[in-house]
């Protein structure tokens, strides 16, 4: 009967890791390198929150990504979409997040960023943006997905629900750079 006892034991611990093993997923990167001046280690991840899908739609192609270099963290924002804009990023312009359990994480831009526009069929403008994080406001959003984000650029607003596997994308890039 100990025999037994212990057999199942050991099945049930096994059975455990393997399930643990399965559902914890892998870290994907962009990159994840040192920097061959400072021999610091950088790496960066890129989340696709939303596509264009028709020119005559106000829809975006909307890219998060998250860097890290060395102690330090910055969120990468590319928003681009059919239109000549002008306004600017400015210092100081909020990215806020809604998180899954309702909590409010906001970022600020770390400096100007200048709108560039190209021809191709009709005039599109991109956007790119470089936003302070911390490790805190990283570990919320790790901990519970974001369900919504608004961008603010002078006196435009581009705000967008993220559904729930995007969200889970999300929480997943934030947790691979803080490891």
Known sequence: MKKITQILG?????????TLSLSAQKCKFDYNKKDPITGEATKGNTVTISKIVFVATNNYNWKLGFHRAGDSYHVGVSLEGYGNFRERIQKGDPITFVLSNGEIVTINSQDEFLPTARAA???VTEYKGKYDIDVAALQKIAENPPTFIRMNVESKVYEKEINSATGKQIAQ??????Q
């Open 121 to 123: 069929q009709v005039v």
């Open 173 to 178: 890039a934030a947790r691979c750079i803080l």
């Open 10 to 18: 050991l099945g049930i611990l096994f059975l455990f890791a393997t």
